[in-house]
């Protein structure tokens, strides 16, 4: 079995070596040759008589570099696992590591070496009911709950008959009868409808029906009553031609007389038990008051993902400033590892560095506070994901069964998944942080804070940019 040893030359920095010794290696090669020779004839010998020496000649290089090294690899595999010691990027042959010459007639031990970067050990500050963050809390106006109040008592409402003026909201009843002229066309088509006074086009006719009330009468052209309405939908259902009617071409005039015959508005509901049940759940609000509180509470909701961002930035920022003293990189390792295992954006990564040896940080911390809380992906959890993130792409709505495959390509994918799980991680994390530190709520309005969101998102893009930038310029040159 290959042997370890770890050297620390640092706090910071370690150097592995793996010896792998002939016994590690030497039955899997023999095994191996001996496969070959029983697996067909190769030219000029028959099947499975093939000289051992001519198979080496052939295979054993090869082969012997195959079998050392995915033992090498097995432990250093081993030796990443390994939880009792956080290592940064990936362990990386050393400078001092010399060419490995696999001799399959002379076999001896390997020895490899690999520089290690080693992860600081710290204690982590700022996540504490002491340390407090600024959180933005929308500050919704009286006049916006009062609205959303009303709206919610019309929408449950019922609808009543009116003998005020007409308004805006008010449902209108025509008969009407074509018009020759300004005389009643004799045998002209007659027809009933209803109208919303919202849905008539603004011009003198929409004036003029609010000046009128049950019994008055008005001409109109019914073809341009309706707002943004075809001439087909008004046969249909305005002037009710028949399936019939239109596939005979039957046509008619323009201008009509209606007489309102009704008018009819959605009276508010009446503030008892049953509209708050109906509209909150059985027994979750008992009058105005709670109501009005509950309707504030759902509009600050809606922004609560903008707080929430804006939150997480500053709780990663912070963080990462309170600890960085506590949390010394090993900087030459991590920009030779950069070189190393990232040769086309090495370039862009090195001129941006402190940000990235920032983001390491931030996995550091993250990674401490997820093992501290204890916190667990499921693969529940990363279903719930891909459905929330599909269902997004069609604007929050969408046929569970139409959805359901997008979902399921999802899942197929390992990418796909580990992407999934890494957002479910740090979802759980923030708002376990959340939970366990102090929030220095400030009120602000829906407005304003739209606007830092922006300004958050679009200074975000442009660090973006330029990082991209950065990297097609290095892979140009």
């Known amino acids: 079995m290959p042997t370890v040893v770890r050297e620390d030359i640092d706090a910071l920095n370690a150097v592995l070596t793996i010896t792998i010794a002939k016994d590690d290696y030497e039955p899997t090669f023999k095994k191996e040759l ?27 290089k090869g082969l012997l570099s195959e079998i050392v090294t995915d033992l090498l690899h097995k432990e250093l595999s081993e030796v990443i696992k390994d939880r009792e ?27 490899f070496k690999f520089d290690l970067g080693v992860a600081p050990n710290f204690e982590l500050k700022g996540v504490d009911m002491n340390t407090t963050y600024d959180f933005y809390k929308v500050q919704i106006g009286e006049d916006k709950i009062n609205e959303r109040f009303e709206t919610a008592r019309k929408h449950y409402g019922e609808q009543v008959d009116s003998a005020e ?76 031609f028949t399936k019939a009617d239109i ?25 008892n038990q049953e509209f708050y049940d109906k509209v909150f759940g059985p027994g979750e609000i008992y009058n105005e008051e709670e109501a009005k509180a509950r309707i504030a509470e759902s509009l600050g909701g809606a922004q609560q993902g903008q707080a929430d961002s804006l939150l997480y930035r500053e ?42 040896a920032d983001d390491m940080r931030w996995t550091l911390i993250k990674d401490k506070l997820a093992n501290k809380y204890d916190i667990q992906v499921t693969d529940e959890d990363i279903r719930q994901m891909a459905y929330n993130r599909v269902m997004g792409y069609f604007g929050g709505y969408g046929d569970p069964k139409m959805l359901e495959p997008v979902v399921k390509r999802m899942l197929e994918d390992p990418e796909s998944v580990n992407g999934l799980a890494g957002d479910v991680l740090a979802d759980k994390l923030f708002y376990k942080i959340k939970e366990n530190i102090g929030l220095n709520n400030i009120l602000i309005s829906e407005e304003d804070l739209r606007a830092k969101y922006d300004a958050v998102m679009k200074e975000e893009e442009e660090k973006s940019r330029l990082k991209q930038g950065l990297a097609a310029g290095d892979e140009e040159e």
């Open 247 to 271: 596939d005979e071409g039957t046509e008619t005039g323009d201008m009509y007389e209606g007489t309102i015959e009704r008018v009819t508005r959605q009276a508010p509901a009446e503030l």
């Open 165 to 240: 003026p007409i308004a805006d909201n008010d449902m209108v009843y025509f008969s009407a009868v074509e018009l020759d002229g300004n005389a009643i066309k004799e045998d002209g088509w007659k027809t009933t409808f209803s109208v919303l006074v919202n849905r008539l086009a603004d011009g003198s006719v929409k004036e003029e029906i609010k000046s009128k009330q049950k019994g008055d009468k008005l001409r109109f052209n019914v073809f341009e009553l309706e707002e943004g309405t075809s001439r087909e939908f008004v046969k249909k259902y305005l002037l009710n």
């Open 85 to 111: 010691v956080q290592f940064m990027g990936q362990p990386i042959p050393s400078l001092s590591q010399p060419p490995v010459n696999f001799d399959y007639d002379n076999m001896s031990e390997y020895i």
């Open 315 to 356: 709780l990663r920022q912070r963080l990462i400033d309170l600890n960085r003293d506590a949390m010394p990189l090993p900087n030459d390792f991590i920009k030779r590892w950069l070189r190393v295992s990232h040769e086309e954006k090495a370039d862009a990564l090195l001129d941006d560095y402190d940000n990235f």
């Open 34 to 60: 001996n496969k070959l020779k029983d697996r067909g004839a190769i030219k000029g010998f028959r099947k499975g008589k093939t000289p051992t020496p001519f198979l080496k000649k052939m295979y054993g």
